[in-house]
């Protein structure tokens, strides 16, 4: 963690550093369970044989917040789920990165109404969002790996 | 957003017995994110060691106010939310809402709508059960089940995706019949797909049903009898198993299914054991009404004729004025149904699954309710899991079959 | 149909003043508030309706006093029967007897109506908001309680939603 400040920027040494990092760091990024709805089903169908998920690093789910690195919300959050939402966000440790999976966690999808959070990024911050009702399986992956193109690009004086 | 808001133990003295306000036993709050709730349920257990006491289940993390936004939508608009609310069975939520609206309108189905409603409703019954048995036995730590019976329901899933576009939440099932017809490929699939279920199913509970592991977690656990079951309003898998025989789809016939030949299975015990075997027993039975069905697929139109209801083909628009504005009226205003209220009700992978639904004669529904099996079935999650423990406690909610989409709506 | 609901209505007509309506092959019973459990208590007993499947309610504000409905369904399994119950309440202050007493899982189904429109069972042992936060304020369900949307960002009105949307920042 504090590489960089001992490092600094020292030119070649730390885009190798970089790019070590953000390899390491892409190819075993483990979700936290977060399946609520019926995205979470498609998740599943993801993470099944059809469409292996585990190609790309994410064998398993940890249901403990603090062994994972990313969150997947699958589904619609309501009123009364939110602040359960939030609380394992920052029981997450950094660093860490949120894909809003489905409509309904980007922008509320087709329930415009009392009861559901407009889009998740009024609770967490969203890295990526990925579209569809549900979307399928191949939509999701094309989300993860768009994820990890972004992760691979991460520049070190962001880190810490 | 508002912090999360502790419950203290006083408000909830009135459901916990009294060695909890003493700190006799522990109180542990099993919660809305867990890797064995089947979605966001809640539950918050008194325990004495490691036995449960009393179990308290609190629901909701899912609402989604449908039933007040249906409200606002005309009929064929709001029908796509029906799809959201139990979504390993979204077939038949659209079943049960559009029976509802044929029964209201007096609309009439033509008979080869009823038999694909009929094979479309079993082959979402095949991928519920299948679907659950993966999750429980992912629940009860055997988890290879779980990525074979995935790879059986993307064959069901393609089907759909074939008739309608969308691998889950088709809303294919429309008031009058059905969308549209189902294409060629279809046939030829649903046959392999026949071909090669059966010897599936026994491999699979060949898979769970000698394990002395999964008989021990799962025999005596749970246990409900027949004169509770009643009492308690439960119907499906879990009334089947504490020995009552009893079947919507018997009992009130719906769209066709009087001319199919199937049975009930029922068990006796009333245990978690018992209930895999009749989900089990379901999923053969449902091949059976699909097999039937097929054979018997008459040639026809799928969706009624009914111009104030069923909007025309676009082929009649360009000839005729009647369809043109019978077209019109319905992309616009909507149809309206006469003033009443009706209740339908069907057989859903989890018990009996109805809509009330009432119209005051205008084009968007007045109040529809929907009367959800598992709603009715959690309740009795309480009276099931006192004196059992910690561990069982997963296996019972997973036997109960949860959706809580359905639960909370 | 036949009338196969008329000896069951003809001895509660004149006891309980009950009202009864056919509509596509349903029956229903428009019984006074406080009947209610009287009526479901014979019907359970004596004509063997033991199954309670359905309890809900409905809003007729503004158009009608008095302002809701509680519908309950209840089942006959061994003749194959539903039977439809009504009861109409006033707006102010809406209160019924309980049904716990009669079918334990009335009290899930209570809790929700008390939830959505705040209609009050008196008797019902945990009287708690269920799908709805603990803290809400209002019941939803009633036709004066508004649909709470956001309105829809199109790229015409983009920027002035855009300032008022909430985003979390970290």
Same mark, same amino acid.
């Given at each position: 963690?504090?590489?960089?400040?001992?490092?600094?920027?020292?030119?070649?040494?730390?885009?190798?550093?970089?790019?070590? %990092?953000?390899?390491?760091?892409?190819?075993? #990024?483990? !979700? *936290? /369970?977060?399946? @609520?709805?019926?995205?979470?089903?498609?998740?599943?169908?993801?993470?099944?044989?059809?469409?292996?998920?585990?190609?790309?690093?994410?064998?398993?789910?940890?249901?403990?917040?603090?062994?994972?690195?990313?969150?997947? %919300?699958?589904?619609?959050?309501?009123?009364? #789920?939110? !602040? *359960? /939402?939030?609380? @394992?966000?920052?029981?997450?440790?950094?660093?860490?990165?949120?894909?809003?999976?489905?409509?309904?966690?980007?922008?509320?999808?087709?329930?415009?109404?009392?009861?559901?959070?407009?889009?998740?990024?009024?609770?967490?911050?969203?890295?990526?969002?990925?579209?569809?009702?549900? !979307?399928?399986?191949?939509? @999701?992956?094309?989300?993860?790996?768009?994820?990890?193109?972004?992760?691979?690009?991460?520049?070190?004086?962001?880190?810490? | 957003?508002?912090?999360?808001?502790?419950?203290?133990?006083?408000?909830?003295?009135?459901?916990?017995?009294?060695?909890?306000?003493?700190?006799?036993?522990?109180?542990?709050?099993?919660?809305?994110?867990?890797?064995?709730?089947?979605?966001?349920?809640?539950?918050?257990?008194?325990?004495?060691?490691?036995?449960?006491?009393?179990?308290?289940?609190?629901?909701?993390?899912?609402?989604?106010?449908?039933?007040?936004?249906?409200?606002?939508?005309?009929?064929?608009?709001?029908?796509?939310?029906?799809?959201?609310?139990?979504?390993?069975?979204?077939?038949?939520?659209?079943?049960?809402?559009?029976?509802?609206?044929?029964?209201?309108?007096?609309?009439?189905?033509?008979?080869?709508?009823?038999?694909?409603?009929?094979?479309?409703?079993?082959?979402?019954?095949?991928?519920?059960?299948?679907?659950?048995?993966?999750?429980?036995?992912?629940?009860?730590?055997?988890?290879?089940?779980?990525?074979?019976?995935?790879?059986?329901?993307?064959?069901?899933?393609?089907?759909?995706?074939?008739?309608?576009?969308?691998?889950?939440?088709?809303?294919?099932?429309?008031?009058?019949?059905?969308?549209?017809?189902?294409?060629?490929?279809?046939?030829?699939?649903?046959?392999?797909?026949?071909?090669?279920?059966?010897?599936?199913?026994?491999?699979?509970?060949?898979?769970?049903?000698?394990?002395?592991?999964?008989?021990?977690?799962?025999?005596?656990?749970?246990?409900?009898?027949?004169?509770?079951?009643?009492?308690?309003?439960?119907?499906?898998?879990?009334?089947?198993?504490?020995?009552?025989?009893?079947?919507?789809?018997?009992?009130?016939?719906?769209?066709?299914?009087?001319?199919?030949?199937?049975?009930?299975?029922?068990?006796?015990?009333?245990?978690?054991?018992?209930?895999?075997?009749?989900?089990?027993?379901?999923?053969?039975?449902?091949?059976?009404?699909?097999?039937?069905?097929?054979?018997?697929?008459?040639?026809?139109?799928?969706?009624?004729?009914?111009?104030?209801?069923?909007?025309?083909?676009?082929?009649?628009?360009?000839?005729?004025?009647?369809?043109?504005?019978?077209?019109?009226?319905?992309?616009?205003?909507?149809?309206?149904?006469?003033?009443?209220?009706?209740?339908?009700?069907?057989?859903?992978?989890?018990?009996?699954?109805?809509?009330?639904?009432?119209?005051?004669?205008?084009?968007?529904?007045?109040?529809?309710?929907?009367?959800?099996?598992?709603?009715?079935?959690?309740?009795?999650?309480?009276?099931?899991?006192?004196?059992?423990?910690?561990?069982?406690?997963?296996?019972?909610?997973?036997?109960?079959?949860?959706?809580?989409?359905?639960?909370?709506? | 149909?036949?009338?196969?609901?008329?000896?069951?209505?003809?001895?509660?007509?004149?006891?309980?003043?009950?009202?009864?309506?056919?509509?596509?092959?349903?029956?229903?019973?428009?019984?006074?508030?406080?009947?209610?459990?009287?009526?479901?208590?014979?019907?359970?007993?004596?004509?063997?309706?033991?199954?309670?499947?359905?309890?809900?309610?409905?809003?007729?504000?503004?158009?009608?006093?008095?302002?809701?409905?509680?519908?309950?369904?209840?089942?006959?399994?061994?003749?194959?029967?539903?039977?439809?119950?009504?009861?109409?309440?006033?707006?102010?202050?809406?209160?019924?007897?309980?049904?716990?007493?009669?079918?334990?899982?009335?009290?899930?189904?209570?809790?929700?109506?008390?939830?959505?429109?705040?209609?009050?069972?008196?008797?019902?042992?945990?009287?708690?908001?269920?799908?709805?936060?603990?803290?809400?304020?209002?019941?939803?369900?009633?036709?004066?309680?508004?649909?709470?949307?956001?309105?829809?960002?199109?790229?015409?009105?983009?920027?002035?939603?855009?300032?008022?949307?909430?985003?979390?920042?970290?």
């Amino acid at each position: 963690m504090g590489i960089e400040q001992k490092a600094g920027d020292m030119g070649i040494i730390t885009t190798t550093l970089e790019q070590v %990092v953000g390899f390491a760091r892409t190819n075993s #990024m483990w !979700p *936290v /369970l977060f399946g @609520l709805a019926c995205c979470a089903l498609e998740m599943m169908a993801a993470q099944a044989a059809n469409y292996d998920l585990s190609r790309f690093g994410m064998e398993l789910n940890r249901a403990s917040p603090r062994q994972s690195d990313l969150m997947i %919300v699958a589904g619609r959050v309501s009123q009364k #789920m939110a !602040p *359960v /939402l939030r609380h @394992l966000y920052d029981q997450m440790p950094d660093p860490k990165w949120v894909i809003a999976m489905g409509d309904c966690a980007s922008c509320g999808g087709i329930f415009n109404n009392y009861a559901i959070v407009q889009g998740v990024d009024e609770v967490v911050p969203v890295d990526i969002y990925v579209a569809g009702c549900p !979307p399928r399986p191949e939509g @999701l992956i094309h989300g993860i790996i768009t994820l990890h193109e972004k992760v691979k690009q991460e520049k070190l004086t962001r880190w810490s | 957003m508002s912090d999360i808001r502790e419950v203290t133990i006083p408000e909830l003295a009135h459901l916990l017995s009294p060695r909890a306000l003493s700190g006799e036993t522990m109180l542990l709050n099993m919660g809305p994110q867990h890797p064995s709730t089947h979605g966001v349920l809640r539950l918050l257990l008194e325990l004495d060691g490691e036995i449960v006491i009393n179990c308290i289940p609190d629901i909701g993390f899912l609402h989604t106010g449908v039933e007040k936004n249906m409200e606002s939508k005309t009929y064929e608009k709001a029908e796509v939310m029906t799809d959201r609310l139990d979504y390993t069975n979204p077939i038949g939520n659209n079943l049960v809402y559009c029976m509802a609206v044929e029964k209201l309108a007096e609309l009439d189905v033509p008979p080869r709508a009823q038999v694909l409603r009929v094979i479309l409703a079993e082959l979402t019954r095949i991928a519920s059960h299948l679907i659950w048995v993966g999750t429980s036995a992912l629940d009860l730590a055997a988890m290879s089940l779980f990525l074979y019976t995935m790879r059986d329901r993307e064959m069901i899933l393609d089907m759909f995706e074939m008739c309608s576009g969308q691998r889950m939440m088709t809303t294919y099932v429309r008031p009058g019949g059905l969308w549209r017809d189902v294409p060629r490929e279809f046939e030829e699939y649903l046959k392999q797909f026949l071909a090669v279920i059966p010897g599936r199913i026994d491999e699979y509970e060949d898979f769970l049903g000698k394990n002395p592991l999964f008989l021990d977690r799962t025999k005596g656990i749970g246990v409900i009898n027949a004169e509770e079951c009643m009492e308690w309003g439960i119907s499906g898998p879990i009334l089947r198993a504490a020995g009552v025989a009893y079947d919507i789809r018997k009992a009130y016939p719906y769209s066709g299914y009087d001319q199919y030949d199937f049975d009930i299975p029922t068990f006796p015990a009333g245990d978690v054991h018992d209930r895999f075997k009749v989900r089990m027993e379901e999923i053969r039975q449902s091949v059976r009404i699909v097999r039937q069905a097929f054979h018997h697929l008459p040639f026809g139109p799928v969706r009624s004729n009914n111009r104030k209801y069923v909007p025309p083909p676009r082929s009649e628009i360009g000839t005729s004025m009647e369809a043109l504005i019978h077209h019109f009226k319905i992309w616009t205003e909507g149809f309206s149904p006469p003033k009443g209220s009706v209740y339908a009700s069907t057989e859903s992978p989890r018990g009996e699954l109805s809509v009330y639904l009432e119209s005051d004669g205008g084009p968007k529904p007045y109040r529809v309710k929907y009367r959800t099996p598992s709603f009715v079935n959690l309740q009795i999650m309480p009276f099931l899991t006192k004196g059992h423990f910690v561990a069982d406690v997963v296996g019972i909610i997973g036997s109960i079959d949860v959706v809580l989409g359905d639960a909370d709506r | 149909m036949d009338d196969w609901y008329k000896p069951i209505t003809d001895v509660m007509q004149d006891v309980y003043k009950i009202h009864v309506e056919v509509f596509r092959d349903e029956v229903t019973l428009t019984v006074p508030a406080e009947n209610i459990v009287e009526v479901v208590k014979t019907l359970k007993l004596v004509n063997d309706y033991r199954m309670l499947v359905n309890l809900t309610a409905v809003d007729y504000w503004p158009q009608e006093t008095p302002r809701f409905h509680v519908v309950y369904h209840l089942r006959n399994i061994q003749q194959n029967t539903i039977l439809c119950l009504r009861v109409s309440l006033d707006g102010n202050a809406p209160i019924l007897p309980t049904l716990e007493r009669v079918f334990p899982n009335a009290n899930w189904f209570e809790r929700e109506v008390w939830d959505l429109f705040g209609i009050l069972f008196e008797g019902n042992s945990d009287m708690r908001r269920i799908v709805m936060p603990h803290d809400w304020v209002g019941h939803p369900l009633r036709k004066d309680y508004p649909l709470g949307y956001e309105e829809v960002q199109f790229s015409f009105n983009f920027d002035e939603i855009e300032l008022k949307k909430p985003y979390a920042k970290e």
